[in-house]
Nanobody, 123 residues
């Protein structure tokens, strides 16, 4: 089975920073991609950042230059560093993992989710 445990988040003023962490406590796949999503009540969950099995990263346009995704060497921990936060970043943030398909060089679009952590940015 796959189990992800999140920590971090909280409340901050606009312009501040937060760092989210995600521990891959259990994983059945040899290699996996790590992603971060966020969701505002009444809206769909949206991808914020991702890092694949070759350590290529991608970011949503609305966080480019402000957020940074990383993983540690053994991929047991994923981090989302969030700088220059603004009130529009207020949301529940979720980490997720996807199996990495080595032969194809792609992440299998099957998400295993963390429990979520709230980020609130005040103006």
């Amino acid at each position: 089975r796959v189990r992800l445990v999140q920590s971090g988040g909280g409340s901050v003023q606009a312009g501040g920073s937060l760092r989210l962490s995600c521990v891959v406590a259990e994983h059945i796949y040899e290699m996996h991609c790590m992603l971060w999503f966020r969701q505002v009540p009444g809206q769909e969950r949206e991808e914020v950042a991702a890092i694949d099995g070759d350590n290529r990263v991608r970011y949503a346009d609305f966080v480019k230059g402000r957020f940074s995704i990383s993983v540690d060497r053994d991929r047991k921990n994923s981090f989302l560093q969030m700088d220059n936060l603004n009130p529009e970043d207020t949301a529940m943030y979720y980490c997720a993992s996807q199996p990495w398909i080595e032969d194809a060089g792609v992440c299998l679009r099957t998400n295993y989710w963390g429990q979520g952590t709230q980020v609130t940015v005040s103006s």
